[in-house]
C-alpha cells in the first residue's frame, strides 16, 4: 500500500489565499471548491482565480473580493453557527473549525479575554472564513493521508492591521506557531498570516526540511506581494511506502558527545543528573579505548535540536572535556499511555505501548514499585510479580 503525502514547502511563508492558489495549482478541483463554499451561504464576495507569476515561478493567486462586508467583527459562536447551519460535510466542518480555534484561542490570550468574547476582525471577515473554509474543501477533495511541512519562514518588520502596527510575526500568529519551527528576516515584510498559521497548525502532523517521498505533483500559490524571494507557497504532492503508517511519534534529534579519560568516574552521576534535568531525552556511558591504549568513556546525551546550547554548555562546564561533536538522528516512537493498576502493596503506574492501534507491551514504573517496596518493607521483585 502507498501512502500519500501533501507537503508544505513555506521558503516564503502562508497565508489563506496562498495556500487556496497552490491547492488548486497542484490539481483541486475548482468546482469542488466554488460548490462547496456556496454551502455556506454568506455571499458578499467574488473568488477571484488568475494565473500569475513571481521571480519567474508561474503559479495561481486567489483572491476574495468582498463587495458588502457585514460580518467584520463576528465571533466565534458566529462562525460556529454559519459552518455548523452549512450542508457541508462533517469533515470539512471539522476541520474549518479547529483551524478557526487555533485563531481564537490565540486572540483570546493576546487580548486577554475569553475565547467567545473575542472579535476576530479580519479573522472574522469574510474573505477568512472562505479562506480557512475552502482549505478544509480542497484537503477534502485531496484525500491524503499525511500531511508534512518544511519550518516557516513569517518574515520581519511591521504590520498594519485593526489594532495599529504590530510586529512581524504578528502576536497571534506567534501564538499559533507555538512548538513549530520558524525562520524570520528573509524580508522586511509579514510572510506569515494567522490564518496560514493556523491551517498549518492544525493540519499538519510534522515539520521537517528533510521529508524523503516520491515527488508527484508541484504546485505553486501565487501572494500578493513582489518580494526579493519568490512571494509563492509551494506545495509537493508524493507517494512513500506504507512505512510510516504504523502511526509511531517521530521526531529530529541530537546526540552531543565527548571522550572523556581524565575525569573522577563518580563525578558522572552529577553529570547525568544534571543533563537529564535540562531536558536530556537520554544520557548513557559507552566504555573505549582511546590513542595510546587509554581507557575512556563516551559521554552521549540525546537531545532536541533547541536543546544544544545548554546540553553542550554542561558537557564544557561540567566535564574534563575541551570539546563535544554531534549528528543528528532520527527518533520513532511507539503510542504510549498510562494506566493505574491496584496490587496487595498499592498503585502503581503501568506505560502502556501501541503499534497500529494494538498494544504490544506494558511496564511498570520503576519508581513506583521501588517506592512500595521501601514503603512494605519487600523486594522489590514482588512488587512487579503483583502487578496483574
Known amino acids: ?9 513555506c521558503f516564503s511563508g502562508i497565508s489563506g489565499d496562498m495556500n487556496l492558489g497552490a491547492m488548486l495549482d497542484i490539481g483541486v478541483d475548482k ?28 503559479g495561481t493567486r486567489v483572491d476574495v473580493i468582498v463587495k458588502n462586508e457585514i460580518g467584520n467583527h463576528r465571533n466565534l459562536r458566529d462562525i460556529e453557527n454559519i459552518i455548523n447551519g452549512s450542508s457541508l460535510s462533517e469533515n470539512v466542518k471539522g476541520m474549518s473549525l479547529d483551524i478557526f480555534l487555533q485563531v481564537a484561542r490565540a486572540e483570546a490570550k493576546v487580548h486577554g479575554k475569553g475565547l467567545y468574547e473575542i472579535h476576530f ?21 485531496l484525500n491524503v493521508d499525511r500531511i508534512m511541512a518544511s ?5 520581519s518588520g511591521f504590520v498594519t492591521c485593526a489594532h495599529g502596527r504590530l510586529p512581524v510575526p504578528a502576536p497571534a500568529t506567534v501564538e499559533i506557531l507555538k512548538g513549530i519551527p520558524i525562520k ?35 504546485g505553486y500559490g501565487i501572494g500578493g506581494r513582489d518580494t526579493d524571494i519568490p512571494n509563492v507557497l509551494r506545495v509537493l504532492l508524493g507517494e512513500t511506502d506504507d512505512v510510516t503508517k504504523d502511526d ?24 547525568i543528573d544534571s543533563l537529564l534535568k535540562a531536558g536530556a531525552h537520554d544520557v548513557f556511558l559507552t566504555p573505549v579505548i582511546m590513542k595510546k591504549s587509554r581507557p575512556a568513556t563516551v559521554l552521549s546525551v540525546l537531545c532536541s535540536p533547541e536543546d544544544e546550547s545548554i546540553i553542550q554548555d554542561l558537557l564544557l562546564t561540567q566535564t574534563s572535556t575541551f570539546g563535544t561533536r554531534k549528528y543528528a538522528v532520527g527518533k520513532t516512537m511507539l503510542k504510549r499511555d498510562f494506566t493505574d493498576v491496584v ?22 514504573e520503576y519508581e513506583d514499585c521501588r517506592r512500595l517496596a521501601e514503603e512494605h518493607g519487600v523486594s522489590i521483585r514482588e512488587v512487579y510479580e503483583g502487578i496483574k
Open 31 to 58: 468546482d469542488h471548491l466554488l460548490e462547496g463554499l456556496k454551502r455556506l451561504g454568506i455571499g458578499g464576495y467574488e473568488l477571484s482565480i488568475t494565473r500569475d507569476e513571481r521571480k519567474g515561478i508561474t
Open 121 to 141: 476582525h479580519e479573522v472574522g471577515a469574510t474573505d477568512s472564513i472562505i479562506d480557512i473554509v475552502g482549505a478544509a474543501l480542497c484537503l477534502e477533495f
Open 248 to 271: 509511531c511519534d517521530r521526531e529530529e534529534a541530537l546526540i552531543i558527545e565527548s571522550n572523556i579519560d581524565d575525569m573522577n568516574p563518580e563525578m558522572f552521576d552529577f553529570v
Open 1 to 9: 500500500m502507498r501512502v500519500k503525502i501533501l507537503y508544505y514547502d
Open 343 to 364: 496490587t496487595e502493596y498499592g498503585t502503581v503506574r503501568v506505560k502502556n505501548a501501541y503499534l497500529r492501534g494494538k498494544k504490544v507491551k506494558s511496564k511498570p
Open 151 to 155: 519550518p516557516v519562514e513569517v518574515g
Open 184 to 218: 524570520s528576516g528573509i524580508v522586511p515584510f509579514e510572510m506569515t498570516t494567522p490564518t496560514g498559521a493556523a491551517i498549518l497548525a492544525s493540519v499538519v502532523s510534522e515539520f521537517t526540511d528533510k521529508a524523503q517521498f516520491k515527488l508527484l505533483e508541484v
